[in-house]
C-alpha cells in the first residue's frame, strides 16, 4: 500500500530549497570580518545587558558609536538584538569561549581595534545567522503563494544577491529588523480579516521597531496596508494596539536607561569617533528629503542599483503585482520604498545616508525582502533576464563580503585588488592556521555555487529567444549604468552641478523604457535606447552636459517611436 504524503514534485521542491537555504546558512557562517564602530556597539551592549546594566561603561572604549549621558555612555543602537543577544552571551561566558581584549584597559581607538573578531563572529551565529535563514525562509513561502515553484529561486537572489550576504556576516541590527518588518507583512498577507492575525502583525511591526528605530517609517505603512481591508477602523486599532506591544523592549530598555520611556538611546552627545550621538533637528534625525542624496543611494558606485542589478527587476515586479490585481500589496511596496529612500536621503550628507563604512545603503535593507518577492511574477515572465542579472549581483556581493565589505569610500574596485592578491577575510577555516587566502576562502564559495546550482535545477523555466534577447540588453544597460552613473554623480559633487545627477536619472529611465520595448517584442521601438551605449565608452561620463544630451535623445527617439506606433491622432 502506497504511504501517504505529499506528491513527489513537492518533497522534490522541498529538499532542493533545504539545500539551497541551507548552503547559504554555512556562506553566511563562514565569514569571520573585521569590526567596527556599530559592531562593537552591539558588542558592548550585549555585555552589559548580561552583566546587568544599561550602560556600556565598561567597554566604552571599544566603539566610537555611542552617547553619554548622565555620567554614562550608551550604545547608539535600538535595544531588542542586544537583549535577545545577551543570554547566548552568558552561555559563551559560562563555557569560558568568549575571547578576551588584548588590548582592554587601552582608549579608544586601540581599545576597539583589539575586539577579537570571533568574538563578534559567534555573536552574530546568533543574532544574524538565524534570522537571515529564518527570512529566506519566510520569502520562499510567501513566493510560493503567488508564483508556485518560484520560492526557492527569489530567496536565494535575496541571500546571495543583494546586501542581505555582506551584513549577514556582520553583527547590524538590520537582518533582524528586516525579519521582523517581513513577519508582519505575511501575517496580514496570509491571514483573513482576523482581529487576531492583525494585531499579531502589530506586535512584529512593533518589534521591529524595537530592533532599529528607523523601521518606524515602513512599519507605519504597513499599518496603512493592515487597514486596507474591512473592518478598517477595527483592523487599525488592532495593528496598533499590536505594535504598542512590540515597543514594550523599546519602553522598557529606555526607562531602565534613563527612566524615560521616551527617551532613546540615539540622542546625547556623542563618545568619542565620527559615530554616536545624532545631533540633528527633527524626529529621528529626520530632515528635508535630498533628491540628490536620493539619487546616490540607488546609483553611485555603492548604489543599490550599481550593485545589485536584479533589484530594479524588483522595481518592476511591482508594477506587474499591480496589473494582476495585487495593487495593494504593490502599493505598499512602493510606498515602503519612497518612505525608506526619502528618510535616509534626508540623514544629512551622503556617507551617514549610505551608512557609513558600508558595502552599499544598509538603511534600505528593509526593502529587499519585499523587492524579491516581487520579484517572482518578473521571474515567471523573464528568467533569463532575472536571472542573469541576478548572477551579476550575486558575484557582487560574493565579492565584496569575501574580500571583507566594510569600504570607507566608493572605490568598490578595492575588492577586486584584494581577490586578485590572494587577500580574502578571515574565515573558520582560518582557525586552523591556514592563514586568509585561497585556502580559507574556498568553501565559502564552493558552498554559494552549491545554492545557485540547487536554486537553478529547482526553477526549471522555459527559455525563449525573446527573453535571452532582453537578458543582453538588460546587462548592456546595467553595464552603461554601472559605468556612466557614478561617475556623472562624481563630477557633479567636484563641480557642485546637477547636469550629472539629471542625465544619471535619465540615463536609467531610458535604459528601463528600451528593456520594457524589448521585452513586448518591439525591436525596432527599442532601437533609439542603443545610443546609450557611449556612456561605457572611457571618459565620456566626465562631460555631464553632453551625457544629459544624450540621455534625452534616447528619451525623445524612444517616445517618438510609441507615437509613430500608435498613430498621430487627427
Not at 88 to 112: E, K
Not at 152 to 157: Q, R, S
Not at 197 to 207: D, E, N, V
Amino acid at each position: 500500500m502506497r504511504q501517504q504524503g505529499y506528491p513527489r514534485p513537492v518533497q522534490r521542491a522541498t529538499l532542493l530549497a533545504a539545500i539551497a537555504i541551507g548552503a547559504i546558512a554555512v556562506v553566511y557562517a563562514l565569514p569571520m570580518q573585521s569590526v567596527g564602530c556599530a559592531q562593537t556597539a552591539h558588542y558592548a551592549a550585549e555585555r552589559a545587558i548580561a552583566s546587568g546594566s544599561p550602560a556600556i561603561d565598561s567597554w566604552a572604549d571599544e566603539t566610537c558609536d555611542a552617547v553619554r549621558r548622565g555620567g554614562h555612555v550608551y550604545a547608539a543602537k535600538g535595544p531588542l538584538m542586544d537583549l535577545l543577544a545577551a543570554p547566548w552571551y552568558i552561555v559563551l561566558r559560562t563555557a569560558d569561549a568568549v575571547p578576551r581584549n588584548p588590548n582592554a584597559g587601552t582608549r579608544y581607538p586601540v581599545a576597539m581595534v583589539g575586539v577579537p573578531v570571533r568574538a563578534v563572529w559567534q555573536i552574530g551565529l546568533w543574532a544574524v545567522v538565524i534570522p537571515s535563514i529564518l527570512l529566506l525562509v519566510l520569502v520562499r513561502r510567501a513566493v510560493e503563494r503567488i508564483e508556485p515553484g518560484l520560492g526557492t529561486a527569489c530567496a536565494a537572489t535575496l541571500g546571495l544577491g543583494t546586501l542581505l550576504l555582506p551584513f549577514s556576516t556582520l553583527l547590524f541590527a538590520h537582518v533582524l529588523a528586516t525579519l521582523l518588518l517581513f513577519a508582519a507583512f505575511l501575517v496580514l498577507f496570509e491571514g483573513g480579516p482576523g482581529l487576531a492575525r492583525t494585531g499579531a502583525a502589530g506586535a512584529l511591526a512593533g518589534l521591529s521597531v524595537s530592533t532599529d528605530v528607523p523601521l518606524a517609517v515602513p512599519a507605519a505603512v504597513l499599518g496603512v496596508y493592515a487597514a486596507s481591508r474591512s473592518p478598517h477602523g477595527r483592523r487599525l486599532l488592532a495593528f496598533g494596539a499590536g505594535g504598542l506591544l512590540g515597543l514594550v523592549p523599546l519602553l522598557g530598555f529606555d526607562t531602565w536607561a534613563f527612566g524615560d520611556p521616551f527617551r532613546l538611546a540615539y540622542s546625547g552627545t556623542p563618545a568619542q569617533g565620527a559615530a554616536g550621538g545624532w545631533q540633528q533637528q527633527g524626529f529621528f534625525t529626520l530632515g528635508s528629503p535630498s533628491p540628490r542624496t536620493a539619487v546616490e543611494l540607488l546609483l553611485s558606485q555603492r548604489g543599490l542599483f550599481v550593485l545589485t542589478p536584479v533589484t530594479a527587476a524588483g522595481i518592476a515586479g511591482i508594477v506587474l503585482l499591480w496589473r494582476r490585481r495585487m495593487k495593494a500589496e504593490a502599493a505598499l511596496f512602493a510606498a515602503m520604498g519612497v518612505g525608506i529612500v526619502a528618510w535616509s536621503s534626508g540623514r544629512g550628507t551622503r556617507d551617514l545616508a549610505l551608512g557609513g563604512w558600508v558595502p552599499g545603503p544598509r538603511f534600505l535593507i528593509p526593502l529587499l525582502p519585499f523587492l524579491c518577492f516581487a520579484l517572482a511574477p518578473m521571474l515567471r515572465r523573464l528568467p533569463v533576464t532575472v536571472g542573469a542579472l541576478a548572477l551579476v549581483s550575486a558575484g557582487a556581493m560574493l565579492v565584496a563580503t569575501s574580500a571583507e565589505p566594510l569600504l570607507s569610500n566608493d572605490d568598490t574596485h578595492h575588492w577586486i585588488a584584494r581577490i586578485v592578491e590572494g587577500n580574502f577575510a578571515t574565515t573558520v577555516v582560518s582557525l586552523s592556521g591556514v592563514g586568509h587566502g585561497w585556502i580559507a576562502i574556498l568553501p565559502f564559495y564552493g558552498f554559494a555555487a552549491v545554492a545557485i546550482v540547487t536554486a537553478v535545477v529547482a526553477t526549471p523555466m522555459p527559455v525563449n529567444r525573446r527573453d535571452v534577447v532582453v537578458a543582453v540588453a538588460a546587462l548592456a544597460a546595467w553595464l552603461a549604468v554601472e559605468h556612466g552613473a557614478p561617475a556623472l554623480l562624481e563630477v557633479d559633487r567636484l563641480v557642485h552641478q546637477s547636469f550629472g545627477v539629471a542625465a544619471a536619472i535619465l540615463l536609467v529611465a531610458a535604459a528601463a523604457w528600451g528593456i520594457a520595448r524589448l521585452s513586448r517584442g518591439d525591436t525596432l521601438g527599442a532601437a533609439p535606447a542603443l545610443v546609450l551605449v557611449v556612456f561605457a565608452a572611457r571618459r565620456f561620463d566626465e562631460h555631464t552636459k553632453w551625457a544629459l544630451l544624450v540621455a534625452l535623445l534616447a528619451l525623445a527617439g524612444l517616445a517618438l517611436g510609441r507615437v509613430r506606433r500608435r498613430g498621430i491622432p487627427a
